[in-house]
Structure formats: structure tokens, C-alpha cells
């Protein structure tokens, strides 16, 4: 009855709500067959939806009963439509509405505190350096606590609703309801259509019971025998407590936190217990009245805390001051200081600390203690575990086993198993040799050593002829606890056997020693013969015993086939040979020399005979150019090269050395200045022409101003020289003096016509003229602003685009400077510093000219 009384309420307001249609009046207000669902805004959808879901109706029985009421089929078809466009279902259906919902969230998610502390070490220093077990557990280093608890979980029979808690309430069955409703600050939540209801300071299952009876006047078919309709409430959107964290904790306060938080949530927040706060006995009291005593030890060693002990709002949380403490030390698993209880044992501590580790001396436990103004030691066996009670500082300390063995022999040396034994029952000597594998072959039988300890932990040494033991001609020994038997090798007190080769080989050097090995087995190991090599001109050196103090070796010639292959006569080699593979007389390889610059064909010649001069090779270059410059070319030659394939290689890891000497150590003057001066020698030879092009193009500064700027330039000087040439006189006169004969690496470097003159040293301006035919030096020099006041006018030189240099000339005061020519350097040197004179070396002259004029005098008187 009260159920259709609804629904024609409910279909009166849905002619009111479309009263904009034409169709509709006051008098047909249920009549709904004029209805044209086109003509509805989708507010006017929207609130149909409300109101029925209002009226407990479904999105299905609503368009039910509007086409019992007449509407047509069509129409009813188009509303159904635009619902489901709209998604306005969410308050008629229940299954729709159920995935609507969001999850569960914090009420006043930014109300709630988390404890913010810095990192401090008073804690975990607490013990004199020996961490207080637990604080881990709250101990976080530099960063914001967020120890809440999940929100997901399914809300607790045993939670006590209060304001702020968000309640859903849903309905089910014969009949679909659902409502949402927060608590009130009066402890009410308000129902549509029902009323307030009173669940504040109630659980979720006693909140439960007292909205089903209220509503169950509405809902007829939740009560009865047998009920079609039921009832769930959940919690929503959880509100937050405000609990009080006093006494000796890190950050005592009032913290805001979540309603689900527990002492443990709580006591994290605020840092945890400090370095004098107790972890065995925290107090949760409420309405001043202590609830709760909780022990932090029991969630560490047993994880058994009250976990399930939610707070309330207003609830205080006090941490008094720690009760005794104990420090352990030595071989258990957590050696650290742990807080006891008055009845605590040494075995309730053991536990704590993790029990012993695999090492640890079980039977007996040293216990330091307190007694009166000075400590004693206890000795408590292992019997008196459970029963030795703690007192506060106590210093408990667990000592490690002995590093002995009661029944350990060992074995070393020419034995295929070499190792620890068990020592058994009159075990000997044989038997510890069988039990090793028995001795291998190069076992030196005629003596065996066993290393014995004495009582007193002093050594003897045993020696037994082990040959004679195994034969059983001499009696066996029975082996001793910690004896050590060692069985040398006939090699162990022999020297190394080996030979060596030298000369022209692939990889020269020091190789092990064979018996009845030959030479070519010897070069084969060395790689075989160079290309150079003379395999008829073989010498071996002999070492020579108890000879003559005049012979130092035996010299045996000896030759091998080009192939290898070992012949009948070939000598076998004996410990310590030295093998010397000659070098064949008419073997020579290319020699390259190279001309730069102004010739028709520029590039690298090999040198044709022994006698090749510079005047051929500007032959085979081509002759001069038309820009060729013969009076400054200059012939670049290396005084220092690499003989030796095995002489590159050892120069190029030098270098390598070098180099990562400077990549660990970038400031490494020394490594860096030597590195410089081996780049000009320590390159391989195809790398001399870079080198050398460099060097020709320094030639031309002066040899003060480069010594200055570049470290090491002594040593290119000296690697690489230019040497001064007339090329002019050797073109006109081939094979004179001056015409020199080549050497490899040789780099003849012929300029364009050069046409300015620089000037260095000591001139007013240095700076690079214009080169005037017939003009003499002094014109160059005054071209540059003269001499300055320290010139050294009498040393000033001249260096020629040909390396040539020529200095200044005197001669009673007259001064002879040399001639300039296109592309010369000229060079004043200075005075240095002049040192002014002090007062003391004024009159130290005077008086000594005094003096000597006085003496003068005497002489001639």
C-alpha cells in the first residue's frame, strides 16, 4: 500500500515536472500518453531519474510502470535512451552505482601529521656505540615518515563510528535502495525519506543492527521469518583522531592521523621512543584510564603486538623512561643493548639477541656485573641458562671456539690429494700417503718432513726416509694430532731448467728446458726464423763447469734447414743453452728518405746504392720548380733510429706507460716532459716524416725563444737536427763536398722564395719586415725600433732559411754584421738583469783600488 501510494506520488511530480508540454494539465497529471520525451531537457531526464530513484524505484521499474501509466512503447524506448546517455543511473541501479563509487579516501587527507626529525645518532649511540635493539624499527635516516595504515582493508567489525566517518548504507533484493550519509558532530547520520540515525560511539556491526531496525519500517521485506530484502553498511571515507604522544619519545605532540592508525602507526609518526624511553612498556590510556600496555618486543621477536588495538580520538600514548638494559657482545646473532624485564633470564636474552652464531663457545657465558661501586664476573653454564636472572648493566659477552682441531692431520706437497685428514685410531705415515692418493711422480721419496706440536704448542721437526717407510725396510710412524707431513718435489730442490734464444727470431727470449729437446724445437717455440735470419750461422753457448777460470763457454756452430725440419746431426740443447741465430751478411732492408716542398714530384724515395747523394735525389724528384727557394733548403736528419722490430715495440710501451701515468695523474710535470721528448724518438719509422716536417718548421725560430716555450726541445735538437746545405752550389757541382751522401730518414725540404725577414730578442718591437735587397742588418734592426738598453749588439746572429747561422764580428770597435737574405731570423741577445750596486760594494771597490794604488806607489818608490 505504501509502496503504491508512492509510486502515484512520484508520477504526480512527473507531470509537474513536464508541465512545459502542451498535452500536459493539472486534471491529467497521470496521464502520460501525451508525453513526447524529444521535447525533455536533460536536466528534466536527470530529475526524472532522481525522483525515482527517490521514490525506491530502479531505472528499469521506472520505465516499467511509465508504460503501464500509458506511455508509449516508443517513447518509453527513447527515455530509456537518454538515460543510459546520460548516465544519470547512479543512484537508481544499484549494480551501476556500486562501480561508481570512488575508493575510499582520507577525510582531511592534509590534516594528518607525519613526524619530520632530523638524523641523529644519540640512539644508536646510546650503548657506547652498541645500537638499542628496536630502534630500527622507528630509526629512519633524512626522510618524511608515512607509516599509515592501508585504507583498503575491509573495515573492522570492532570500529568505533564518530563524527566525520562516511557511512554507506545499501540495500538489496525485492527491494534496491542505497544511501550515503556522513556522521554529524552530534553523532547522527541523516537517511532520505527516514530520518537521522544515532551510530556515533557504536561498532560497524552495532551501527548495522540499529539502521535496520529504523529503516526496516520502510522496507517491510528486511524483518520477518523470511526476509527477500537485506541490509550491508560499510564505512566510507575514513575521518581522522587527534591522539596525544607524551614522555620520552622523539616528538612529543598531538598527532593528527588516520582513524584506522594503531599505537604503532602512532608511536612511528612521532620518531619512536628516544635514547631513554622504555620499548617494553608503553602505556595506552584513554578517558584517563590505561587500557593497553604495549611491548615493542613482542612485535620484534614474537610478532605478536596488539595490532589490533585501533586508537580513539583524544587517546594519550606515554613513554616513560626505560627500566634496565643489558649490553651483549661477541658471537650472537644481534650484539647489541636490549631493555629487560624484571624477570628476564639469560635465555629470554638470547632470544631477543637471535640466539648464538655457528661459532660461538656455548658452554659457558662470562657475565660483567654491577655490585656496589665495582663490577664482578659471573661464569653461567649453559645448565643455568634459564635460570641466571638479569639485573640492568649487565655486559653479557660470548666468546668464539677455539681455531684447534682434536683429530686433524694434514698433508702437503708431491701427493695427488693434498689436504685435511681425519686422524683415526693409529693412523700412519703409509696410510695418511694412500688415503692422499698416493704420491705422485716427481715425489722425492729419499726424505718426508712431519711438522709435530708439542704439549707446550712448540714445533720438532720429524724426517723419515719415505721411500725406505713405503718399501717397509724402516718402521712406520704413527701420525699425532696437528701433525703436518710435507712431501717435496724433485723439482722443488733442483733449479729451473731452461735455455735461450736470441737473435733473428720472431719472439727472442727464455723458454723451459726439455730433455733431448733440439734447436729447431727451440726456434719453433720462438716463432719461427726472421726473414733476415742466417739458418747456417747458428751458434750455441754452453755454460761450462769446473773449466778453466780463462774459458767462460762452450761454443758449438751448428746450422738448421730453412724448413725446420730436425736433422740427423743436429745437437741436442742441455739446461741453460744460449742459442744465437745470426743475421745473413747480404741482407738489407729498404731505406726511404723524403723530399718536401718545391720539387715537381715531392714524396718518399728509397735510397738505390750506398753512395746516393742530395743532387740524385733531386733528380729522381724532378728538379726545382719555378717557386723553388734553393738558398733556403735544408736537409732534416735523424741521429738516433730504431734498429730492432722487438726495439719499436719496447719503445711503444714506454709511451703506453707514459700515457697512463698522465690519464691517473693529469698534473704529472715530470711524466708530461717526458712524454714530449719521446714523441720525437719513441715512434715507429713510418712515423718519422710527420716528426721531421714538424722540426723543419721550427727550425726557423730562434733557439732561446723555443727552448722557453717547449719543454724538451734539447732533446729534438738532438734527435732530429737540420742540417745546413747550399743546394744552390750542389745543383751546380753534383758529387762535391757539399754534396752529402743520404741516410735513411733524411728529409730534404726545399721553401718557396721567401720574401720577409724576422726580427727577435732584444729590439724595441719584435716583428717580421719586409725582406730589401742590399739592405744590411742595421736597417733591419732599425726597421724593428732599434736595439733596447740591454742588447747585446756585439752577440746579435743571424739564422738562414737553411739552418746556416752567423754571428756579429768586432774588431777594434768596429763591428762586422753578417748579410741578411730572404726568409733570415735575427736574433740580439740580452745582457740579462743589471744588479745594481749596494753601498757595501761601493766602498768594498774603493777601498780596494785604495789599496792597490797604494801598493803600486810602495812598488815604484
Keep these: ?272 621512543p628516544n635514547e631513554n624511553g622504555t620499548m617494553r612498556s608503553i602505556k595506552l590510556v584513554r578517558d584517563n584510564k590505561p587500557i593497553a600496555e604495549i611491548d615493542v618486543y613482542d612485535l620484534l621477536i614474537n610478532g605478536t603486538a596488539n595490532l589490533d588495538l585501533q586508537l580513539q580520538d583524544q587517546d594519550v600514548i606515554l613513554v616513560s623512561p626505560f627500566q634496565s638494559r643489558v649490553k651483549v657482545k661477541g658471537e650472537v646473532k644481534r650484539p647489541m643493548t636490549f631493555e629487560i624485564g624484571a624477570e628476564d633470564t639469560f635465555e629470554d636474552l638470547l632470544s631477543y639477541a637471535g640466539g648464538f652464531t655457528d661459532v660461538a663457545f656455548k658452554d659457558r657465558i662470562a657475565i660483567s656485573r654491577i655490585t656496589g661501586n665495582q663490577r664482578s664476573v659471573s661464569d653461567v653454564y649453559q645448565n643455568q641458562f634459564n635460570l641466571f636472572t638479569l639485573k640492568g648493566g649487565d655486559e653479557i659477552t660470548v666468546s668464539k671456539i677455539l681455531e684447534r682441531y682434536s683429530n686433524r692431520v694434514q698433508i702437503k706437497g708431491a701427493v695427488y690429494r693434498e689436504g685435511v685428514f681425519a686422524l683415526s685410531e693409529g693412523l700412519t705415515l703409509s696410510q695418511l700417503v694412500k688415503n692422499a692418493e698416493g704420491l705422485r711422480g716427481d715425489a722425492y721419496t729419499e726424505r718426508a718432513s712431519i711438522l709435530r706440536t708439542k704439549a707446550d704448542l712448540s714445533t720438532e721437526m720429524i724426517e723419515v726416509n719415505l721411500g725406505a717407510v713405503l718399501a717397509g725396510s724402516a718402521p712406520d710412524l704413527v701420525l699425532k694430532r696437528e701433525d703436518v707431513v710435507r712431501i717435496s718435489s724433485i723439482y722443488d730442490i733442483q733449479n729451473e731448467h731452461y735455455v735461450q734464444i736470441l737473435g733473428e727470431v720472431k719472439k727472442p727470449g727464455t723458454y723451459p728446458y726439455s730433455e733431448s729437446m733440439k734447436i729447431e724445437e727451440l726456434i719453433i717455440l720462438a716463432g719461427g726464423l726472421q726473414e733476415s735470419a742466417n739458418s747456417q750461422d747458428i751458434e750455441i753457448a754452453r755454460r761450462l763447469e769446473d773449466s778453466d777460470l780463462g774459458t767462460l763457454s762452450d761454443i758449438i756452430p751448428s746450422r738448421v734447414n730453412p724448413n725446420l725440419s730436425i ?223 740591454r742588447a747585446n749588439k756585439k752577440q746579435t746572429y743571424v739564422v738562414y732559411a737553411n739552418g746556416a747561422v752567423k754571428r756579429t764580428k768586432g774588431l777594434i770597435g768596429i763591428r762586422d754584421f753578417p748579410p741578411v737574405e730572404p726568409g733570415a731570423e735575427v736574433i740580439v741577445p740580452t745582457k740579462g738583469p743589471k744588479m745594481p750596486l749596494r753601498l757595501g760594494d761601493i766602498v768594498g771597490i774603493t777601498t780596494g783600488l785604495a789599496t792597490l794604488a797604494l801598493v803600486m806607489s810602495q812598488i815604484n818608490w
Excluded at 110 to 124: D, S, V
Excluded at 189 to 216: F, Q, W
Excluded at 625 to 639: C, D, E, M
Design 567 to 789: 736433422s740427423p746431426d743436429s745437437p741436442s740443447l742441455q739446461p741453460f743453452d744460449q742459442v744465437i741465430v745470426r743475421k745473413r751478411a747480404n741482407f738489407t732492408m729498404q731505406r726511404l728518405v723524403a723530399v718536401e716542398g718545391q720539387v715537381n714530384a715531392p714524396g718518399m724515395f728509397a735510397i738505390q746504392n750506398s753512395v746516393e747523394r742530395i743532387s740524385d735525389l733531386v733528380k729522381r724528384a724532378g728538379g726545382l720548380n719555378q717557386f723553388a727557394y734553393p738558398k733556403g733548403a735544408s736537409l732534416i736528419r735523424r741521429t738516433e733510429f730504431f734498429n730492432t722490430e722487438s726495439e719499436q715495440i719496447r719503445r711503444q710501451r714506454n709511451l703506453e706507460a707514459l700515457r697512463l701515468k698522465l690519464i691517473e695523474d693529469p698534473n704529472n710535470s715530470e711524466a708530461q716532459e717526458e712524454l714530449l721528448q719521446r714523441l720525437f724518438r719513441d715512434l715507429p719509422a713510418e712515423k718519422v716524416n710527420a716528426v721531421d716536417t714538424l722540426l723543419a718548421n721550427t727550425k726557423k725560430e730562434s733557439l732561446d725563444q723555443v727552448a722557453a716555450s717547449t719543454p724538451g726541445f734539447a732533446v729534438k735538437i738532438k734527435e732530429s737536427e737540420a742540417v745546413a746545405i747550399d743546394l744552390e752550389k750542389i745543383l751546380q757541382n753534383p758529387g762535391s763536398d757539399d754534396d752529402l751522401i743520404l741516410e735513411v730518414g733524411d728529409i730534404l725540404s726545399v721553401p718557396k722564395l721567401l720574401q720577409t725577414v724576422r726580427m727577435r730578442g732584444d729590439v724595441v718591437y719584435p716583428t717580421t719586415l719586409r725582406y730589401e735587397n742590399g739592405r744590411s742588418l742595421k736597417h733591419y734592426i732599425n726597421g724593428a725600433g732599434g736595439f733596447e738598453r
Design 1 to 272: 500500500m505504501i509502496l503504491n501510494t508512492r509510486i502515484w506520488y512520484f508520477f504526480a511530480l512527473i507531470a509537474l515536472l513536464i508541465g512545459s508540454v502542451p498535452q500536459a494539465n493539472a486534471q491529467q497529471n497521470t496521464d502520460l500518453t501525451t508525453i513526447k520525451v524529444d521535447e525533455l531537457t536533460d536536466d528534466q531526464v536527470t530529475e526524472l531519474v532522481k525522483r525515482a530513484s527517490d521514490a525506491g524505484l530502479g531505472a528499469d521499474e521506472f520505465l516499467q510502470m511509465a508504460q503501464l501509466r500509458g506511455m508509449p512503447a516508443g517513447e518509453v524506448e527513447k527515455l530509456r535512451g537518454r538515460i543510459q546517455d546520460l548516465d544519470t543511473t547512479g543512484t537508481a541501479k544499484r549494480s551501476a552505482n556500486a562501480s561508481k563509487r570512488d575508493p575510499r579516501q582520507q577525510v582531511n587527507m592534509n590534516e594528518i601529521t607525519r613526524g619530520l626529525y632530523e638524523p641523529q645518532t644519540e640512539i644508536a649511540m646510546a650503548a657506547g656505540g652498541n645500537e638499542i635493539f628496536g630502534t630500527s624499527l622507528f630509526y629512519q635516516t633524512n626522510r618524511r615518515l608515512s607509516f599509515e595504515p592501508s585504507l583498503n582493508q575491509a573495515t573492522p567489525k570492532s570500529y568505533i563510528l564518530g563524527p566525520g566517518d562516511v557511512v554507506f548504507v545499501d540495500i538489496y533484493g525485492q527491494s534496491e535502495q542505497y544511501y550515503e550519509a556522513t556522521v554529524n558532530p552530534d553523532g547522527f547520520v541523516l537517511l532520505d525519506n527516514i530520518g537521522p540515525v544515532s551510530v556515533s560511539g557504536k561498532s560497524i556491526e552495532s551501527a548495522t543492527e540499529i539502521i535496520k531496525n529504523r529503516v526496516s519500517k520502510f522496507y517491510p521485506g528486511l524483518s520477518g521469518s523470511n526476509p527477500n530484502t537485506f541490509l550491508q553498511v560499510t564505512l566510507g571515507n575514513v575521518r581522522t583522531i587527534k591522539v596525544h604522544i607524551l614522555g620520552e619519545v622523539r616528538l612529543p605532540g598531538t598527532f593528527t592521523l588516520s582513524a584506522f592508525s594503531t599505537a604503532f602507526n602512532a608511536l612511528y609518526a612521532a620518531g619512536g
